[in-house]
């Protein structure tokens, strides 16, 4: 039965328009849509209409509304936020927004390599300038995050080596080792050497004793999950090679102004977060996952996502760009491809790279500087600080590192429950996720942190406590 | 002296002459290329006197090493020439604001309202840390919860989770789900097999195998979906589960769908809806009521989020409430006015992302939802229905455009073929598509294998107008007739776009291969005799 | 003395081929049925769709130098579209005939082509096959009535477009394609009935064009070797299994370090072979007190699993083997190629062929099936 309802003018759809949709109709030769939907057996159809809430259909309405709720929160622009645990307040400059609003970028998405050209050629730039910061060839176009990053390429190591076991090495995110469990489950058995609790790193001589020739690859992370700068890359690499394993490790690249790239102390693939490269940290939704390698067929093939390559045209001195061994993946060849790809973080990935372009050689050795300094600041202020116990001193550190606050008598919960009523986000609570730790929290300092907020940190715990 | 009547010219014989289009064409360097020493593209805080007196050279602090040697070669611009360089870059790039983009079938390429990406640029959407405490992001809490109670009338399913990052890892999500509900029974060994169909998209089948399940893959018959006796032949004690989407890219929907999913669930298997293609169905039907225990949705498809040149996205995973212990944690909860995150889901499936997915797209598409209502929704669904239809029947009309299967109707979406044309000029459907290009549009042809032969895909969505779909079938007709008048100059487009055809020989050879601008010049130095000059005035 | 990047391409055309098939007579073998098919009113199909391949070598005129045979047979066709070419042999008599086919095609492979090119149905794949077996390249225009042969191209344009591509491009391989023998006679009167007769090389190109992006060959040996561990593993000791003919049971059998003859029905059990290219009374000796699997291939272009022409795999022999040990394995690409069609079975015993209709799960991958439907 046709039902005419009453007219649903809106401006998002314009043979909303009663005439536009009746002439229309009138070429189909239809009463209404209905006889479209004729295949859909009626015991399956909506009776009513779905109940959601009252439309704000005025756009003033709907920014009133979502304004309202987001009042609601409070941001890093409002609250001083010592928090990283993967997540990391960078600064971002301004033309990293201005390039990724605009909406030839944000509204395009799988067009070929003429009409967006622009897409492949910001990507390709993009995974060039990460090839600079890792040094090396093949970088992917972005997967989800870096989570998938790092269960991608232990698995990608499996393949290569053809061998079902994987070493991770020293304490990883509680979160992302329960994504790698998950998805390494079918076939791949996951070894853990924890690192010692009192060195902070793990034991080589322990590594030696796992690892056999039925390893694929020996991971960690560097700087590590607790902000731990690992000097023993080589080694770690070395072993693994020694046994016929790969060497998988997880850098940041923000970290790389500074820090020497993983390939160069033998690394074989390279994964990580570009998050911290320019993206707001929009509650968990700016991440991206990189993973990079050297440029040979055996590695190259292996990779699911994408991989955009430069390529002549038909005019000299003009450049286009594809998709390099596209065979490799799911689009070409469904499950037969190396696990899968779909849409991922393309934006992401062109907005690091703007990031790189401004930042250039001279702002992530900078970067990377102040970074380390701060970092070094703080943990010396909050070793005064009376209660509170700044683990692995020893150990240099990246961004973050550890406090325990045992001494003080209160929970971590207490004590950032304090801080927040002053206008301060603690360090990420560790002590439910890593007992081992004790009382603990992970504090993050970066470049957005002046010397007054760190000394700001540091004397309102010592009123709190 | 007459004027002349400009918009006039425009019409010739009573129609819109085709557009005189030319995509923009910079010619723009690589930007390594644009690279001059000591150039500053923006300033970082430096370490000022108070800290480091505290703590002195911090590089010396490094382990030996690790400390970077020699910095990156990153290129030095200056930050005007920076902007100026990627804003060419995007100008060549047609968006779906900028073009008719009805092309990309299956991608819904609807209206992204610009009202959502300035709500989600709000730093308190921007700026929060996913860490902070619960009571200092009730809103954005308070907007997930909303949107999932929105999803579960949406679907008639029981619990949604937004983590996965777009419609792939949301399909992933599902497989897991299922993988871990026939665990929790002692089934895992047994049940490793999963179904799905050859229209299906790639991640369906991939991901199944990827969670170590055995795929096997259905047939359509000549009406365009498998039969029920094909399903049939494919289950046994060893099913764990069903994934199939309805309508299939095709655009037919399977009115036997119920059944499907009752001969899955009698083997003991799951049925999983990959929901991406929604947009025709809103409102219409849902999957809960034919009887699927899982289904996902796409974002940043139908409900309106762009896409980003490929993500970021959303992926929404819904289930029924035997499989909610199962979701990634943590999931939203309400407690009174209170709003939090629930970690307490001891056989969940553990993470799939970071934190709880791309939460600025779930704000997009709660506020899409709340913009349009119900009854809105119900008219998306019908004038993307329409639409199409309307398409379909223009399309029809030019020599060469066969529509397989049924031709009479579709829901949101056509699969169409060349077939007749290339048979006739020998030119094919990509061919064809990248002569489209120098019109200022796009079509995107089909998934892998093209069980369709030269196949393009076709969905307009809600938010095109008549005189963008006639202007998009005028091109179509044009280009099928160039085709045949003149097969050269098509087999040699695009002629009118940023750059001309490309040659793909190097992209398969590891040889030539170049995935970053290093790995390109290493490979061209190498096969020249004599190294590249390099200009220093030039750009 | 040719150029070095000057391509020779052998062409024999086939000026009777699909002769019948405008006027609803199947095939065109034997002078009889040419002569009733000019009579109603046929025009040859040939020449047409030669010079219809043709077009599509057009841009390489310069560096292509054709030999062919006389008249109708290549030499009208390539004068009217202007190639260079040379006449190598004659027509044996006052019409052409498969004789003169298959001398040509010896001919032109003794004076060295790149390629050779030819025009018509099964009948002329045959011919083909006869002069020349394996390691010529080859590729057919089809100008047959419904060709089960795989050796040619989907349509006569296509055709030319692949040889293009291969005398252009350096990633071509050769892949073994099958000629079909179709019983015209049974055609004609109704029933359905081809068999493997041999292989050809065809070769196969990575991009048929410039974008597409098709699997390559490489992939299309991994896909192999995925589907041969699948079977192998499957295996049980204890079970005969007969693997039929074609590439992909070969592949199995490579698997197992045995060679298989292509066109025979060989008997593998412990991972031995106990018999190649048996007769239908070894097999069914063989079969006697013991559980057997037959492991089968699509065949041909038009996909026969069973066609009565297999005399090995008898409705006898199939009589001693339960439907669910009837293991199906192809490529994907051989099936995505059946466009939609089922696999098609005629073992001469119509209840036997209604027996095995119905849908199949077709082994295409390691832990990979697609779910087929067999058709009589």
Redesign the interface.
Known sequence: MTQR?QP?V?P?????VPQ??E???A??N?E??D???????Q????VN?????????S?HA??H???G?????????E?L?F?G???Y?H?V?A?C???N???????????????????F?????Y???????L?????N??T?????AAATALRMAARITDRHQLVLCGTINP??L??I??YC???LEVVLLPSDPIAGIPDLAQLESLVTDQTAAVYLENPGFLGI??????EFAALAHRHGALCVVAADPIS??????PAD?GADIVCG?IQPLGI?????????GYIATR?E?RF?MEYPSR?????????EG??????????RT????????R??????????G?TA??Y???????????????I???T??AM?QLEKTSGLRVRYREQ?HFREFVVNVDATGSTVAEI??RL?ERGI?GG?DLSASLPALGRSMLICVT??H??EDIDLLAHTLAEVL | MTMRDIPSERCQDGRPRLRRFH?ARW??P???ELSRQG??????????D???D??GN??E?????????V???????A?PH??R???????????????I?IG?GT?T???????H?Q???????????????E??????L??VY?FEQ?LK??SGMDRFTFQP?????A??TNV?II?AFHASRGEADVRDEMITTIFS???N????????FK?I?LYPDRNGYPEPAALAAAVSERTAGLMITNPEDTG????K??EFVRIVHEAGGLCAYDQANANG?L????AR??GFDLCHF?L?KTF?A????????GGACGVSRDLERFLPVPLVSRDGDHYGLDHDLPDS?????????????V?KA??W???????????????A???N??LL?RMKEIPGVTVPYAPW???EQVRYSWEELARETGVHSEEL??RA?DY?L?Y?TS???WVVPEPFTLEPT?????A?LDEYVAVMRQVAEEARTDSAMVK?A?HR????????????D?SQ????????R?KVARSLSKPPEACDRCT | MARCDTKRIGLIVNPVAGLGGRVALKGSDGVAIQQKALLLGARPEAGRRTAAALKELEYLRDRIEFLTYPAEMGEDILRAAGFAFRVVGQIRGSRTEAIDTREAAARMTQMGVDLILFAGGDGTARDIHDALGLGQPVIGIPAGVKIHSAVYGTHPRSAGELARLFLERNDTRLQEREVMDVDEVALRSGRMSARLYGFLSVPVVHHLVQ?Q????PV?EQ??LQ?IALEVVELMESDCLYLLCPGTTTRAVAARLGLAKTLLGVDVVSQQALLAQDATEEQLLALMSGRRAYIIVAPIGGQGFLFGRGNQQISPAVLGLVDKERIVVIST?DKIFALRGEPFLVDTGDPELDRALTGFVPVIT?YR?RIVYRIAC
Not at chain 1, 135 to 139: I, L, S
Not at chain 1, 256 to 261: A, E, I, K, R, Y
Not at chain 2, 61 to 69: A, E, H, I, K, V
Not at chain 2, 165 to 169: H, L
Request: glycine share 10%.
């Open positions: 309802r649903f809106h998002y759809i314009p043979n909303s536009a949709k002439e229309i109709l070429e189909l239809a209404s849509a006889e479209f939907y004729e295949d859909i057996p015991d399956l159809r909506v209409e779905l109940n959601l809430p009252e439309p704000l259909l756009e709907l920014r509304h979502i304004d709720l987001l009042a609601k929160n409070q941001s890093a622009s609250l936020v928090r645990a993967g997540c307040h600064f400059p033309v927004d201005e390039v609003r605009r909406s030839e970028f944000l509204t395009a998405y799988a067009g070929e390599p003429y009409d967006d050209h622009g897409r050629q910001a990507l390709f730039e995974t060039s300038m990460m090839g600079e910061l040094n090396m060839d093949v970088v176009v972005p989800y995050d870096g989570f998938q979160a992302k329960s994504k469990q998950d489950r079918p076939g700068i690992e000097g023993r890359g080589p790389l102004g500074v820090l020497t790239p102390y977060d707001h940290m929009q509650y968990g939704g700016g991440h991206a440029d067929e190259v991989l955009f390559g430069i390529a002549p045209t038909a005019v003009e450049y286009g760009f594809g998709d390099v061994a596209y065979e799911s689009f070409a060849v469904r499950e037969q491809g696990e899968w790809v779909g849409t991922a973080a393309a934006l992401w062109i790279g703007v790189l372009a401004l930042m250039g050689p001279s702002g992530m050795v900078e970067l990377g500087e102040t380390l300094s701060r070094r600041y010396g240099p950032n429950d927040l986000v990420h470049e957005v002046r010397q | 995509q010619d723009e690589i930007i390594f150039q500053r593209g923006v300033l970082v805080p430096q370490t000022k108070g800290i480091r505290q703590v911090v590089l602090t490094l382990p030996p090493g690790m400390r970077r040697s910095p990156p070669a990153l290129p030095e611009l930050q920076v902007v360089h990627y804003l060419r870059l995007s100008q060549e790039n047609l968006g779906a604001d900028v073009n983009e990309q991608c390429m609807k209206y992204s309202p610009k009202v990406d709500l989600a640029a709000s730093p308190k959407m921007a700026d929060l840390h996913p860490l902070q405490d009571r200092t992001v009730q809103g954005i308070e907007i909303r929105i009338e949406i990052g777009a419609g792939s890892a399909i992933y897991s993988r998209h790639p991640s089948a991939a991901c199944a195998k990827t969670a170590g795929v893959t037919i929907y399977n009115p769908i119920a169905i409102g219409i039907t849902r009521d034919a796409n940043h309106s762009p896409h980003g040149c490929g993500g970021p996205g499936i553990g993470k799939v992302g970071p934190f709880y997915g791309n939460l600025p797209v704000l709660y506020a939802v709340m913009n349009l209502g119900a009854r809105g929704l119900r008219e998306v669904a019908e004038v229905v329409l639409n239809n309307y029947n109707r579709r829901i598509g990248v290009a200022g796009h995107w998934h892998h294998p809600e938010s095109p107008s008549r963008d040699g695009p776009s940023t750059i001309h055809q490309i040659d793909h020989g190097p992209l398969d590891p291969w170049a995935m970053t601008w290093r790995a390109y290493k | 974008a992006k098709a699997p390559s992939s991994t896909v995925a994907p991958g990979e």
